[in-house]
C-alpha cells in the first residue's frame, strides 16, 4: 500500500436514501398536519383519562382513611410518565406503528428510511417532543411548515416521519 492510498479503519458507514418523496408521493403527506394534531388531541385523552380516574380514586381513599390515602398522590406523576411512554412505545412499536388516535386519523410513523416503529424509538418520541417544545417554546413545532416532508424538530432528530397509512394513501392517489 502506498503512503498516497487511502487507509481502511473497519468502520463503513452506509447512508440509507429517504424512502418517502413528497414530490413523487404527494398523496403521503397530503393532510397530514391537521390530522397529526388531532390524533395528538386523542392520545393525550386517553393518557389523562386513567390518570384522573386514578387520582379521584385516590382522593376517595384519602378520605375513607382519614387522610392516610393521600399518600399515594406521589405516585400520581411517576405513574403518569410510565404509562405515557408505555402507550406511546407499545402502539407506535406496534403493528401499525401508529397510536390510537393516529390510527384513528389514518396516519402511521415510519423510520425515514422506510421501516416500521419499534417499542423504544416510540417512547423515545414523545421525550423528544416535550424536551424540544419545553426547552426551545412551543415556537419549535413551525419546523413543519419549512421542509417538504412536514417534520417536527423532533422527527428530524429521531430519523421519524408520520405519513398516511396505505389505505388513505391509495384512496388519495385514486380521487
Not at 24 to 41: C, K, S
Not at 55 to 76: D, H, Q, S, Y
Not at 114 to 136: D, E, T
Request: with cysteine; charged share 15%.
Amino acid at each position: 500500500m502506498a503512503d498516497s492510498d487511502p487507509r481502511r479503519i473497519g468502520v463503513t458507514l452506509e447512508v440509507k436514501p429517504h424512502a418517502y418523496d413528497p414530490a413523487q408521493n404527494p398523496e403521503l403527506f397530503t393532510g397530514v398536519l391537521p390530522r397529526r394534531l388531532l390524533a395528538f388531541a386523542i392520545d393525550v385523552g386517553i393518557i389523562v383519562t386513567p390518570v384522573v380516574l386514578a387520582f379521584v380514586l385516590i382522593i376517595l381513599v384519602g378520605l375513607i382513611t382519614l387522610g392516610f390515602g393521600w399518600a399515594l398522590l406521589a405516585l400520581i406523576y411517576p405513574g403518569t410518565v410510565v404509562w405515557a411512554l408505555a402507550y406511546y412505545g407499545l402502539t407506535l412499536g406496534g403493528r401499525a406503528s401508529a397510536t390510537i388516535g393516529m390510527r384513528l386519523q389514518e396516519i402511521e410513523m415510519r423510520t425515514w428510511y422506510g421501516a416500521p416503529c419499534y417499542v423504544v424509538l416510540g417512547a423515545v418520541h414523545p421525550v423528544a417532543f416535550y424536551i424540544s417544545a419545553s426547552v426551545l417554546t412551543p415556537l419549535v413545532l413551525l419546523v413543519c411548515f419549512f421542509n417538504a416532508r412536514h417534520r417536527l424538530l423532533h422527527d428530524i432528530v429521531l430519523g421519524t416521519v408520520v405519513i398516511n397509512n396505505l389505505a388513505r394513501a391509495a384512496s388519495l392517489r385514486r380521487g
